[in-house]
């Protein structure tokens, strides 16, 4: 936004150290409070919290995370969730409705939007993730990977297996015995990767605990995914940001079942997923080995993954320049 001529005061909320101080608001503070009830523009990522009250001129931007498989709020079963805390719905639901653009990485999942979230197509912005542009931007940038490879000490001719699962929401609230058996048995890959000179990496997620046998990076996923010759995970978005920079994607669905009972899928992905789905260790090991960057891989990134219709960029401009109005 900088590099690009946005003439106004730009202020992240962060703590991250990397962001410098003339741009860099701390959460939970006064000076937050006073730049987001002055600011025309606020972009959010994902869920507003409830605290946050929108002032009547102001247009809020919604960058979201990634193009759903899992299914989302109104769309979802979420049973779960629902028992432990029965406003959890309509808590979402105003917690979106409090958006007036929502960015999408697709138009072809825009309807998924629509229907989840109860979100006026007209005000959904199929742009691209920003962080996607960037995977695609320096996917051949040989300077920047070997750096990050450096980070974590990865050899000069070791090959990445990134490991990165979602949470269950059959893991939800003060259950008595967490299930984690959908998680990837290190052991029965050890030799695998071993024989074939890999690596497996997982990033650490809230519900990682079981986890401890596989490498967990402090990386970025981004810069995780930069790296990455091949990305195993189930029902996370994060694999059509793979798709997006052509790495192998690969998911293990052991718990295809008792998800669909706790969450559920969107059918048409879920569908046009499946020649790389495995349930097991054995067939996991057989894909790796023998994958193929084919005509349904190309078809599935065509369909799900960035492809942009917009600039934000000059979206933002516009609304600056008074060319976009805020009619909520």
Known sequence: MINNNIDIPIYFCTKDELVEDNYKVL????????????????????W???????????????????????????????EEIVSVKPSHKKEKFLSIAKTDYL??????????????????????????YPR????????????LKDSIRKKIDIKENEKVITYLPTWRDYNYGDTEELDFEYFLDREKVEEFCEKNNYRL???????????????????????????????????SSVMFDAFAIDI?????????????????VYTEIWNDLKPFV???????????????????YNYIKNKY???????????????LKGKVKNDK
């Open 248 to 264: 192998p994607v690969i998911i293990l669905a052991k718990d295809f079942e008792k998800y669909s009972l706790s969450r559920g």
């Open 201 to 235: 990496i997982s990033k650490d997620h809230n519900y990682m605990r079981k986890a401890e046998n596989i490498s967990v990076t402090e990386l970025e996923t981004q810069e995780l995914l930069l790296i990455s010759d091949f990305l195993i995970t189930d029902y």
């Open 305 to 319: 993954s960035y492809r942009s219709n917009g600039d934000l960029i000059r979206f933002i401009k516009d609304i």
């Open 103 to 128: 960015l999408t990485d697709n138009e072809n999942v825009n309807h998924f939007f629509e229907t989840s979230f109860l979100f006026d197509s007209k005000k959904i912005l199929s742009f691209g």
């Open 27 to 46: 959460p939970n503070t006064e000076e937050l409070y006073n730049k987001l009830y002055s600011s025309k523009i606020v972009i959010f990522e994902s």
């Open 48 to 78: 507003i919290p409830k605290k946050f009250r929108k002032p009547k001129d102001a247009i809020w931007i919604n960058l979201w995370h990634g193009t759903p498989l899992k299914k989302m709020l109104y769309d979802s079963n979420e």
């Open 278 to 296: 495995v349930d097991n260790e054995e067939e996991l090991c057989k894909l790796i080995k023998n994958y193929k960057i084919n005509d349904q």
């Open 132 to 143: 996607v542009k960037y995977l695609i931007e320096n996917k051949n940038n040989k300077k």
